[in-house]
Every structure is written in structure tokens, then in C-alpha cells.
């Protein structure tokens, strides 16, 4: 048996009785309460779309990935072929890793995820979930093994066990650098939702384009020659969406005060106890805290909620790049109550594709190779400096001019 869901950006998707008992389970109900934004949700205000509706649509798209690809892969003898059970089979491992792959994020997701999880990344929590008792009855009935599922849905980086063939092309369509389903939904659904149109783009002629390619060492999920625009326009996607969006100036400022009051606030519980504990946090938590130590002048996060409640209050997020960045850190010796300073996590650019690509000659080679496109990465450090202290780096830049002078 199966039912429809009607979703804004793939209208209706079909979900099959065992996935219905999966989304209605008590790890992905908990979804609902996850912004799939964060705190960019309070400077978009039509962005209040959740992880659960994008992991559906993440299934989705998988699934159309899965159809075209293996279509062509006729000719590799160890990856199963359609209509046999094996290909059925890994088509559900596919689906229900795409459902789950967003299951182990913390409350607002990114912005306080390093330290509620002691330093473990979300994906280490979706594992456990998966292999939870929340979930093992689903795995039995739909006759799925949770270990493909979990390799499947957190990708080569979080599991030691060596992957398969099949295993490691299935991750890609899910968790892909350039293809992934959960990339292709995220940017459709965050434009859609937002209003901003830089999001957009043609994602059923790009999946058209993706083929399975040996190269080097085992298969990957790469592009035939005539579809790399369509790679490009996602990327520039990317690129436009975190300029605007994810590392926009008014959304790092609300991420940031976010951050401080979830640390804050879970300071003296752990919420990594067990998974039990953990299913049982969300942002409407955190929403509820906010408002209720924002009008108690007594409670203990009351500062905090202010500078999320009061633009007036709120610290401004600049960006910075390296050699500012060391500069800024030199002015302030030691970080005080009114500056802050975030240091960007990427060490180098990436400046060239690194996917395959099957040329018209029938040749397949490297994307670096045959294109000079280079879509940049965001680079920038940040500072955030309270109200008060507005303009505080460019006076000192001044002073020390004029004594140069």
C-alpha cells in the first residue's frame, strides 16, 4: 500500500507503507521541530519550512537520481540490474537513507552543534538513531539491513567499515559534493521558501545528465559533457544562496546570539546521554526559552534573550578576510564581553571540480581537466561587536595612521 504527500517544490510524492511508518515515527516527527534554516528563519520570514519536509523532498530526489542512473549502468556487471530483487532492494536502502540522513541534528542545527556534541558532527547521531530501538522494528518489516542504511545516509567520512560499489554510489546521490539529492532539495526549498531566486535552477536536466563513471579507483557519480552547465548552475546556486543566505550579515548576527543561548541553556544537562534524551530536544524548546527569559528581567538568560529580541542590542557580524582577521585579533589582545571572533574553518579554496565527466569521444576525465570554470568558496572570518562598540576596529585603524603620519 502506499499514500501521496503533496510537497511545494516536487508535488506529490509517493510513500509506501513502511516508509509512512518511518516518518511517522517518534526520531522524524521530531524533524517537524527543526528549522531546516536555523536562525536565518527570523530574517526570512517565509523561511520556517522544516527538516522534516526537506528530508521527504531529499527521498525524492534520490529517487529520480537512482531511476536515471541506473538505467545506463547496464554494462557494470557487479551493480544490480533493473527489475531484479537486488536493484529493489537497494532502492529502499536508497529512500530510507535519504529519510534519515538529517535525523542526528541538534536544536537549530549547525550553530551550537560542535559543543552540545562534545565535538561529534550530527552524523555521528544519526547512526545512532538508525540502529535505535526507535527504528530497528521498521528495518525488520521493511527487510533492510541498518548497517546499508547507515552507510548509505552519512557517506564515507563517518563509517570505517569499507563500502561497496553500490554502497559508495548510492551515499553520493544523497550526500554528494555536486550532486547530492540533499544539496539539489535543500537550495530548491530554501529559495522557494525565502523568495530569494538564486536558488533556482533546472535541477531535472542536471539529474538527465548524471551517469555512473569508473574512474579511478571504483565508480563514481559523474556527468556526461553536454550536462556540465547544469552542474555549474547548481554550484553558482550554492555560491549565491551562502552569500545570501547562509553566511549573509543580519543571519550570522542571529546565529550567533542563538549559539550563546543554546550553550547557555543546556549548560548544566547533557543532551547526549542517550538517544531517548536526545529525541526529545527541538527548536520550539529553544523558542519557548527565549520568549520566557525575555519578559523575566530575573531569569538567568535574560541578557541573551534580549540581543535576539531587540535589534537595538543585538551584536553586528562583519566579514573579514585572513589578514584583517589577524589584524583585529592583535588590537584586542584577549576577547572581552563586546567582541567576538569566529575563524573560518575552510584552510584552502577549492578551485577546480574534482568529479568525472564523460566527453563525447567517449573518454572519461576529471572536470578540472576539461574546464576552466571556478566557482568560488566563501572564505571569510567574522567579528561581532556589540552596538556599542560600532566602528571600534576602523578608529583604531585611524589612531594608527595618524601616529604614522
Not at 229 to 255: D, G, I, P, T, W
Not at 278 to 290: M, Q, S, W
Not at 298 to 315: I, N, P, Q, T
Amino acid at each position: 500500500m502506499t499514500k501521496k504527500i503533496f510537497d511545494p517544490i516536487h508535488g506529490f510524492i509517493v510513500i509506501k507503507k513502511w516508509e509512512e511508518q518511518l516518518i511517522a515515527s517518534l526520531p522524524f516527527r521530531r524533524l517537524q521541530g527543526i528549522h531546516q534554516i536555523a536562525a536565518a528563519a527570523f530574517v526570512y520570514n517565509g523561511g520556517n519550512h522544516k527538516r522534516y519536509d526537506h528530508s521527504i523532498g531529499t527521498m525524492m530526489v534520490a529517487n529520480k537520481i537512482y531511476d536515471h542512473v541506473m538505467k545506463k549502468s547496464s554494462y557494470f556487471p557487479d551493480l544490480p540490474k533493473r527489475g531484479s530483487k537486488e536493484y529493489s532492494y537497494w532502492k529502499s536502502v536508497l529512500r530510507a537513507a535519504a529519510l534519515c540522513h538529517d535525523l542526528g541534528h541538534p536544536p537549530f542545527s549547525h550553530l551550537a552543534e560542535k559543543h552540545l556534541l562534545k565535538g561529534e558532527r550530527h552524523e555521528e547521531w544519526t547512526k545512532k538513531i538508525i540502529y535505535s530501538d526507535y527504528l530497528t522494528p521498521i528495518w525488520k518489516k521493511a527487510g533492510l539491513n541498518p548497517d546499508h542504511v547507515a552507510k548509505v545516509s552519512v557517506g564515507r567520512s563517518y563509517i570505517k567499515e569499507p563500502f561497496s560499489e553500490i554502497e559508495s554510489i548510492l551515499t553520493e546521490m544523497i550526500t554528494g559534493d555536486y550532486f547530492g539529492a540533499d544539496r539539489i532539495d535543500y537550495l530548491l526549498r530554501d529559495s522557494y521558501f525565502t523568495g530569494l531566486a538564486y536558488g533556482s535552477f533546472d535541477y531535472e536536466q542536471l539529474i538527465q545528465s548524471l551517469c555512473i563513471l569508473p574512474y579511478k579507483d571504483r565508480y563514481y557519480l559523474g556527468a556526461e559533457e553536454d550536462g556540465l552547465e547544469s552542474c555549474y548552475a547548481l554550484l553558482l546556486a550554492r555560491y549565491f544562496m551562502h552569500k545570501r543566505l547562509y553566511q549573509y550579515e543580519n543571519v550570522k548576527s542571529y546565529s550567533f546570539h542563538f549559539s550563546r543561548f543554546i550553550i547557555k541553556y543546556y549548560e548544566n544537562t547533557s543532551i547526549i546521554d542517550s538517544v531517548e534524551e536526545y529525541v526529545k530536544t527541538n527548536d520550539f524548546e529553544i523558542l519557548a526559552e527565549v520568549y520566557k527569559a525575555y519578559i523575566d528581567k530575573s531569569h538567568r538568560l535574560h541578557d541573551e534573550a534580549a540581543h535576539l529580541m531587540e535589534g537595538s542590542k543585538r551584536f553586528t557580524a562583519t566579514p573579514i578576510d585572513n589578514e584583517t582577521y589577524k589584524k583585529y585579533k592583535n588590537i584586542v589582545k584577549e576577547e572581552d564581553a563586546w567582541v567576538f571572533f569566529e575563524e573560518n574553518s575552510i584552510n584552502k579554496e577549492k578551485k577546480f571540480f574534482s568529479f568525472p565527466v564523460l566527453q563525447k569521444n567517449g573518454m572519461i576525465q576529471g572536470a578540472d581537466k576539461i574546464s576552466d570554470v571556478h566557482i568560488p568558496v566563501n572564505m571569510s572570518n567574522w567579528v561581532f561587536l556589540s552596538p556599542d562598540r560600532k566602528g571600534f576596529f576602523e578608529q583604531k585603524e585611524n589612531d594608527a595612521e595618524e601616529l604614522h603620519s
